[in-house]
């Protein structure tokens, strides 16, 4: 059965290899938890047999328009950290795969008022979900000096995060800091004209990443892939950040976020999962068609 493609939010990255990570079986069962503009989620669908299912899950309500009319596909509005609640909801206790391509999708980038994007003035605003009311002016204006200088030091692993953290509190002393503009003005002083964007992206990064709880939604999707995936099931994971691929790395590797996994008495470790290769990175040809593919590492893992 043949999946005609329809408009998408971007070229899905790494299409090919993500999809082949995951070793489709034609009756098998898969889950694409970052379905966008639903390029990967038509992959996997060209590769399925008639008895094949394939469950996609998106909290943001724009990638609804780009569901697929198909017997064999079901679209669930939902963050993925809830996927094992979800696919027990579809009668779905084990599947044989899992797809998720963590980046933030060109279509949320390119709509301006979503706040997403460093090349636009817009509300400050970053919500992967818009029924939720914590936003990134909530981040910017309310947060203590000490825990915004977490943020934009863990998160985005900027080494100015103290003073950044303290002329953000005393602009928004004078007047709230409701747009991007009103935020690049107050960190003027931090952003050289050769290193501006750059700074901005990192800045950004970390904002994302707390107004959604990035990474402990990734914690807690990836602790629930083990319970959902049966035995030989893969997981097939694009990260774009350090901060992301760590988590993904260590988790594929032994089952633990920080620290080592214990040993028997005879110096085994039992661990849950077997990465399958190394990673893999877009080529020189993708990249320059897709630029932003150019950070894009997909780890590929095979559940014991």
Known sequence: MKVTQQMEYHNP???????????????????DVTFGGGGHSREILNRLGPKGRLLAFDQDKDALENTIDDPRFTLINENFRFIKRFLRFHGQLEVDGILADFGVSSHQFDVAER????????????????????????????????????????????????????????????????????????LKRFLPQHKENKILAQIYQAIRIEVNQELDVLKEFLIQTLEVLKPN?????????????????????????EGEPEKDVFGRVEVPMKP??????????????????????????RKL
Do not use: W
Not at 284 to 295: F, L, P
């Open 276 to 301: 399958v290769g190394k990673f893999i990175i877009p080529s020189e040809a993708e990249i320059k068609e897709n630029n932003r593919a150019r950070s894009a590492k997909l780890r590929i893992a």
């Open 13 to 31: 990255v790494l299409l090919t290899e993500t999809v082949d990570g995951l070793n489709i079986q034609p009756d098998g069962v898969y889950v």
């Open 233 to 257: 099931g893969r997981l097939s994971v694009i990260s774009y950040h350090s901060l992301e691929d760590r988590l993904v790395k260590r988790f594929m590797r032994n089952g633990l976020f």
């Open 115 to 186: 706040g997403f994007s460093t090349r636009f003035e817009a509300d400050l605003d970053m919500r992967m979900n818009q029924d939720t009311d914590f936003s990134a002016y909530h981040v910017v204006n309310k947060y203590e000096e000490v825990k915004l200088k977490n943020v934009l030091q863990q998160y985005g692993e900027l080494r100015s995060a103290p003073g950044m953290a303290r002329v953000i509190v005393e602009a928004r002393g004078q007047t709230p800091i409701k747009s991007s503009d009103q935020l690049k003005l107050a």
